[in-house]
């Protein structure tokens, strides 16, 4: 069992840079493909970044080039770095770990991008 906690959620104005982290335990993390997703409607959320266990990374279109995502295995830590932020990025930002069979989620971060 993977018990994953999101922090770094805030109210920022439009252009303006947030850091949200992920801090995992249980489980063996270096093995997890990790990743941030955003619900966009009441029950579906979006796929932000993603980042595997050899470091590949994948984005998002709408978020390439401003957002960038990161992992410390020795610390258990994921991260989103999100920069030039635009109100359409205001959503809760959840943390996912994925292994074979497995799925988890974190409870979620609320960041909100309006002026």
């Known amino acids: 069992q993977v018990h994953l906690v999101e922090s770094g959620g805030d109210l920022v104005q439009p252009g303006g840079s947030l850091r949200l982290s992920c801090a995992a335990s249980?489980?063996?993390?270096?093995?997890?493909?990790m990743g941030w997703y955003r619900r966009v409607l009441r029950d579906q959320r979006e796929l932000v970044a993603r980042?595997?266990?050899?470091?590949?990374?994948n984005y998002a279109d709408s978020v390439k080039g401003r957002f960038t995502i990161s992992r410390d295995n020795a610390k258990n830590m994921v991260y989103l770095q999100m920069n030039s932020l635009k109100p359409e990025d205001t959503a809760v930002y959840y943390c996912?770990?994925?292994?074979?069979?497995?799925?988890?989620w974190g409870q979620g971060t609320q960041v909100t991008v309006s002026s």
């Open positions: 980042i595997s266990s050899d470091g590949t990374t």
């Open positions: 249980g489980g063996t993390f270096s093995i997890y493909r």
């Open positions: 996912n770990a994925r292994s074979v069979g497995n799925i988890y």
